[in-house]
């Protein structure tokens, strides 16, 4: 039974909370007490004490739309604009005196828990571990209603939840907002917003905004999933909010290493990235992922590719910046110069197998090898043939991660380790088989599927991400998925230290089945693979959703950047 909680501080004496004591909810507390300035305010819409109160709260969902727009001689629309309605579930404002069409504040009793929570004796345990005299706000997300006047005269792309708190003080201080989700009465992330520089209204008091908060948009999703889930499947439910929790925790761990934008930053700072493939056949592979590379947020790219296939890649976009080496006789010598400058590689897109190529790839990851500190590499498609063929070639090469799908899995695993491919498919668990692959080549696998699953030799178990993507099956969408690996692991590499960190501090908690770890650590490599991944599928899902059969990787590749932009920066 997830909860949430939310802490508002200040380095002085002002504080104020928000929590919740029911897995549906999200709600406000406040520690001493209520002050009322003025005896016409309603006393519900104040939560704080003498220097430091929550002015407005609201909570509303976000719902973008595409309107079709029609040439009077023609009977199909001709093009379509996007718009955002901002729809308002409940808005508690401090001035509001008649407080009309709104939810109050309420106390929240037992009897109110166990109706909701009969089969769990009222969650009455999670209930006592609040603060005496607390304040609530209930809001059942699942269940918001939104009015068919709105819905139905719009094509809905997508919809997101948010809530927004704005703060008052006598004083300027640093405030910050802590935020804590919270399964089976134990902590398990917490998400930290920090407002430092207030605006001054005309009274001299402070005013700290805090805007758009994601949090209870997951908490919808979350709570949809639940609901589908059979009575009788508690483990389910329980396996389910632990990925709830380690999804929260991946995203977040993810925010923290994307580059800044920032005036005072340089050409290449947030990635100078290289794609090794494209082939006479196959032009359409490197662009793909290094588009997505490029849509991502890396700054640069070179695609190292043959001489057949660099005209089309050169004229497909002028970003790009090709090399026509892959297939030269020199080619050791002419791509050990451009090594240094790059932060690191995908190999395999478009590479073909043609035996010159896959010669002069395999003596580029011998170069690589050789480095004082490897750069990261991403192995797609055609890369994965030449491992398949030939795995000492990346054994213990940290840095690395291998993208094979179900297909390439099961030929790389019975390489590598002798089981025969009809054990191997027998085998339901495949978590098991990803991790010891990854722990016998000592590399990072993200095992393409379903569910995308990621192990890591480092990592106690691995990880899976299961966000909805498109059933759609067109080619380069592998393609697109190793372009945004490759810049997300840049990132992820050169700020592990931030990862590293925040995964040292969290905390596990115990249940009765070992196997759920909420927040077990996780390592550069899993935290890109994870965001890349929920990047991609979501991106495919939108398009899907508007496009259906239609739709192709170019479609997606559009559609990466405002993805990524409401996923991690939103």
């Known amino acids: 039974s997830p909860a949430v909680h939310t802490h508002a501080a200040g380095r002085s004496r002002c504080s104020s909370n928000t929590s919740s004591s029911s897995p549906l909810s999200s709600g406000s507390t406040v520690s001493q007490g209520l002050m009322i300035t003025n005896s016409s305010i309603t006393p519900l819409a104040i939560i704080g004490d003498e220097s430091f109160r929550l002015y407005e709260l609201s909570a509303f969902v976000e719902i973008n739309r595409t309107i079709a727009t029609t040439h009077p001689s023609l009977i199909y629309p001709t093009s379509e604009a996007y718009s955002a309605h901002q729809h308002d579930l409940i808005r508690l404002h401090a001035n509001d005196i008649q407080m009309k069409n709104i939810q109050t504040f309420e106390t929240i009793s037992i009897d109110q828990i166990f109706d909701k929570f009969p089969h769990y004796d009222g969650l009455k345990d999670l209930y006592e571990r609040n603060p005496y005299g607390s304040f609530f706000l209930i809001k059942f997300w699942a269940d918001v209603p939104i009015s068919s006047s709105i819905t139905n ?4 792309r997508d919809e997101s939840f948010f809530t927004s708190f704005t703060y008052t003080s006598c004083s300027n201080r640093p405030i910050h907002i802590s935020t804590r ?63 709830a929790s380690q999804h929260m925790q991946l995203l977040q761990s993810f925010r923290k290493v994307i580059p800044p934008l920032l005036f005072d930053t340089h050409k290449g700072e947030a990635g100078r990235i290289g794609v090794v493939g494209g082939s006479e056949e196959y032009t359409g592979a490197p662009i793909f992922a290094s588009m997505a590379a490029f849509r991502t947020g890396a700054d640069l790219v070179h695609v190292f590719c043959a001489k057949s296939a660099a005209i089309p890649i050169k004229s497909f976009s002028p970003d790009l910046i090709v090399h026509p080496l892959l297939d030269s006789p020199s080619f050791s010598d002419d791509i050990d110069k451009w090594l240094p400058r790059l932060h690191a590689l995908v190999i395999g897109p478009g590479l073909g197998r043609d035996e010159k190529i896959l010669s002069n790839v395999e003596q580029l990851i011998g170069i690589l090898r050789k480095q004082e500190h490897p750069i990261p590499i991403v192995i797609d498609a055609d890369g994965l043939h030449l491992i398949t063929e030939k795995p000492h070639l990346i054994n213990n090469y940290e840095n690395c991660i291998l993208t094979p799908n179900v297909i390439e ?25 990803a991790q010891k692959l990854a722990e016998t080549l000592h590399v990072n696998i993200l095992m393409k599927g379903h569910l995308d699953t990621i192990s890591s030799p480092n990592s106690q178990e691995p990880i899976q991400c299961g966000i909805d993507g498109s059933p759609r099956r067109c080619g380069g969408q592998g393609d697109l998925l190793a372009g945004a690996l490759v810049t997300s692991y840049c990132w992820a590499i050169k700020n592990r230290d931030k990862i590293e960190h925040q995964s040292s501090n969290s905390e596990r908690s ?53 993805t990524f932009n409401k996923i991690f920066e939103k």
Do not use: W
């Not at 890109?528 to 192709?552: C, D, E, P």
């Open 181 to 243: 989700l919270c399964s089976f009465g134990k902590q398990v992330l917490e998400k930290v917003e920090t407002s430092e520089h207030p605006q001054r209204d005309q009274f001299d008091q402070y005013i700290y905004r805090f805007d758009r908060s994601p949090l209870c948009d997951y908490m919808v999703q979350f709570i949809q999933k639940l609901r589908s889930l059979p009575n009788t499947c508690m483990m389910n439910s329980v396996l389910e909010m632990a990925m």
């Open 409 to 433: 899995f099961e030929r790389l695993y019975a390489k590598v380790t002798g089981v025969k491919s009809d054990e191997i498919k027998q085998e339901n668990d495949k978590r098991k088989l």
């Open 510 to 562: 115990p249940t009765s089945n070992e196997r759920i770890n909420y927040l077990s650590k996780s390592t550069p490599a899993q935290v890109a693979a994870y965001a890349a991944s929920t990047l991609v599928r979501t991106a495919s899902q939108g398009v899907f959703n508007k496009l259906g059969r239609s739709m192709i990787s170019a479609d997606i590749l559009k559609e990466i950047g405002p």
């Open 153 to 156: 005269s719009i094509n809905i």
